[in-house]
Protein backbone atom coordinates (compact mmCIF):
# COMPACT_ATOMS: atom_id res chain seq x y z
CA UNK A 1 0.00 0.00 0.00
CA UNK A 2 1.11 3.39 -0.93
CA UNK A 3 0.31 6.06 2.15
CA UNK A 4 0.97 9.89 1.37
CA UNK A 5 -1.48 11.15 4.73
CA UNK A 6 1.60 12.50 6.44
CA UNK A 7 3.54 13.48 3.94
CA UNK A 8 2.57 14.86 0.50
CA UNK A 9 -0.97 15.46 -1.18
CA UNK A 10 -3.78 13.34 -2.72
CA UNK A 11 -1.58 12.30 -5.82
CA UNK A 12 1.84 12.58 -4.29
CA UNK A 13 2.63 8.77 -5.65
CA UNK A 14 0.81 9.03 -9.18
CA UNK A 15 1.70 11.41 -12.09
CA UNK A 16 -0.11 12.57 -14.86
CA UNK A 17 0.27 10.49 -18.60
CA UNK A 18 -2.02 10.23 -21.48
CA UNK A 19 -1.52 6.14 -20.90
CA UNK A 20 -2.41 6.05 -17.43
CA UNK A 21 -2.80 2.90 -15.12
CA UNK A 22 -5.06 3.62 -12.63
CA UNK A 23 -7.89 5.80 -11.66
CA UNK A 24 -9.34 8.01 -8.77
CA UNK A 25 -12.26 7.53 -6.45
CA UNK A 26 -12.81 8.79 -3.26
CA UNK A 27 -14.72 7.01 -0.43
CA UNK A 28 -15.69 8.66 3.14
CA UNK A 29 -13.13 6.59 6.00
CA UNK A 30 -15.75 5.40 9.24
CA UNK A 31 -16.96 7.39 11.39
CA UNK A 32 -14.67 8.52 14.21
CA UNK A 33 -12.13 9.72 12.16
CA UNK A 34 -13.58 13.27 11.82
CA UNK A 35 -15.91 12.36 8.89
CA UNK A 36 -12.59 12.63 6.64
CA UNK A 37 -12.58 10.83 2.60
CA UNK A 38 -9.46 9.11 0.91
CA UNK A 39 -8.70 8.92 -2.18
CA UNK A 40 -8.09 5.14 -3.58
CA UNK A 41 -6.39 4.22 -6.80
CA UNK A 42 -7.89 1.46 -9.00
CA UNK A 43 -5.59 -0.58 -11.82
CA UNK A 44 -6.76 -0.58 -15.19
CA UNK A 45 -4.10 -2.56 -16.42
CA UNK A 46 -1.54 -4.88 -15.01
CA UNK A 47 1.29 -3.14 -13.33
CA UNK A 48 5.13 -4.03 -13.42
CA UNK A 49 6.71 -3.84 -10.03
CA UNK A 50 9.23 -1.01 -11.33
CA UNK A 51 6.18 0.27 -13.53
CA UNK A 52 5.10 4.02 -12.04
CA UNK A 53 1.79 4.46 -11.30
CA UNK A 54 -0.27 7.34 -13.89
CA UNK A 55 -3.40 8.72 -13.80
CA UNK A 56 -5.22 11.27 -16.38
CA UNK A 57 -5.68 14.30 -14.42
CA UNK A 58 -7.68 15.36 -17.05
CA UNK A 59 -7.87 18.90 -18.90
CA UNK A 60 -9.80 20.91 -16.91
CA UNK A 61 -6.62 19.99 -14.42
CA UNK A 62 -4.60 21.94 -16.95
CA UNK A 63 -6.77 24.49 -18.18
CA UNK A 64 -6.62 26.15 -14.51
CA UNK A 65 -2.95 25.99 -14.53
Do not use: C, H, Q
Not at 17 to 35: C, Q, R, S, T, W
Amino acid sequence: SINSENKGNLLRFVNDLEDYNVEAFMAPIPKGINGRWKVFYKTTKDIESDEELSISYGISYWKNK
